[in-house]
């Protein structure tokens, strides 16, 4: 399998050379969305996962629980399945998002759960963030490459898989546009020592979608509402008049 | 001269159209926000006219049912508790803060409270099938310094204080910058035939938070215990 890793590297390599790089910001701005959802993440140069020991046993212990907090609905003694995906897992939910985008700030608004991640650009890294789902970002541009640099992470899955992370996790994300600037890609590199041998890195790509609008999404006690339909029902809060 | 009069008056209107179109600029709402507190949620809103809330009969047996529920000891749920969108006036009225981030097209409105975010875009209408949802649909525009937000197509369970607003509600919010930016004034006319027995109109003003203020994750499904019961409603 080792070549085809190498052949997949090559064509990653290939295609960022065909990424038109200004130098300078570019505008990644507006919905994105590649219609499929993205389970499972592996390196991009097409190695295995490199768990350590605890990750190998981790990941174990994750897989049937995942399974069994995605497929209830979210009840009174368990509301896990509203709680926020996270990063990387958040770029794999199969919903569109959204960059919104200024100097200063750029924003990523996901239909998904409505989750939305503020990320400061040219700040520097809190001192002490409170951990969160998707931690506490910064960000910088690399040329037309907007990178994203994230710590301090609550208990989250790095996948739909149940892929673990450790208390000291730490993703950076490289976004860019290739395609003649129709195709977003971002690449996500896992930095944990406590789960994985050496740190690797997962790819996504989504579509610009200009006609595409973020629509309502909804997750709680009992119902799950997206655009996809609804699983559950909204129990009826009103009682008088219509 | 009548003639020329008029020619020059056309003239003259034609450039100051144009003059006023291109001198234009939004007002900048960007920033962090949050309620200033006699607006804010768990308080009677505050009427533009000082009179009471116009509440209906249909209203009142609501908020007597709720009331009652409350004091026997079986409270019923409400969106917060779910982890359901509250829509943007009571979301706006809670205290904790929110960030609007203007574009030409669009205007986004992040609210710390649970994640929930609305992006209301610069149409000229509503579409002509609303799905009903939480958070309605809504357009907006420009009235000189004057944000205007027209939202339809609530699906009945959007909370404005203890009852829901009905899918009949129809509100127009008028934002504008006020002390010299510190504050910003929300006007909003609600016409509801099921709660209200006239359309009436609450103020709210939020106070910009200093610049640098960011907002925290806040997720309600973290903390969902001792629930009212889900069956008993």
Request: with cysteine.
């Amino acid at each position: 399998m080792k070549w085809l890793g190498g052949v997949v590297l090559a064509l990653v390599l290939t295609a960022g050379a065909r990424a038109a790089d200004t130098g300078k910001p570019s505008d990644l701005s507006g919905v994105w969305w590649s219609q499929k959802r993205i389970p499972a993440i592996h390196p991009i140069d097409g190695s295995a996962i490199p768990f350590t020991a605890e990750g190998a046993a981790q990941y174990a212990k994750n897989k049937p629980l995942i399974k069994a907090i995605d497929s209830a609905l979210p009840s009174l003694e368990d509301m896990r399945r509203c709680i926020p995906n996270g990063t990387p897992r958040v770029w794999g939910s199969g919903f569109p998002f959204q960059i919104l985008q200024r100097p200063d700030e750029v924003i990523l608004a996901y239909e998904r759960d409505h989750m939305r991640r503020f990320v400061y650009i040219d700040q520097k890294p809190e001192d002490d963030p409170d951990p969160a789902y998707f931690g506490s970002s910064v960000g910088h541009w690399d040329g037309a490459t907007l990178v994203i640099d994230t710590a301090a992470f609550k208990p989250t899955f790095l996948d739909d898989t149940g892929l673990p992370h450790g208390e000291n996790l730490k993703i950076t994300e490289r976004l860019r546009k290739i395609g003649g600037g129709k195709t977003l890609e971002v690449l996500a590199t896992i930095d944990d020592p406590q789960m994985y041998k050496k740190p690797w890195t997962a790819r996504y790509t989504f579509t610009l979608r200009p006609n595409e609008r973020i629509q309502d999404y909804m997750c709680g006690l009992g119902v799950v509402q997206s655009r996809f339909g609804t699983v559950g029902a909204v129990p009826k809060l009103r009682h008088h008049g219509s | 001269m009548k003639g020329l009069g008029i020619v020059v008056a056309a003239a003259v209107g034609a450039a100051g159209a144009l003059m006023t179109t291109a001198a234009f600029a939004a007002p900048d709402f960007s920033g962090v926000w949050q309620v200033a507190r006699p607006y804010s949620t768990g308080l009677t809103p505050v009427t533009v006219d000082g009179q009471p809330v116009p509440i209906s009969p249909a209203g009142q047996a609501e908020l007597d049912y709720l009331t009652a529920r409350d004091k026997a000891g079986r409270p019923v749920i409400h969106n917060t508790m779910m982890g359901w969108p509250k829509g943007f006036i009571q979301a706006s009225r809670n205290r904790k803060p929110f960030e609007i981030f203007q574009e030409p097209k669009q205007i986004s409105f992040f609210f710390e409270e649970d994640h929930q975010y609305t992006f209301i875009h610069f149409d000229a209408k509503h579409p002509d099938h609303v799905k009903p949802s939480f958070l309605a649909d809504s357009i907006a525009h420009w009235d000189g310094d004057t944000l205007v937000v027209d939202t339809i197509g609530f699906n009945g369970e959007t909370p404005l204080n203890s009852i829901q607003l009905s899918a009949k509600a129809h509100t127009v919010m008028r934002l504008r910058l006020i002390n010299g930016g510190k504050s910003l004034e929300n006007i909003i006319t609600i016409d509801d035939p099921v709660d209200f027995t006239r359309p009436w109109q609450m103020k709210i003003l939020y106070d910009r938070e200093p610049a640098g203020a960011h907002l925290a994750e806040s997720v309600y499904a973290e903390n969902n215990r001792n629930l009212p019961d889900l069956n008993d409603q």
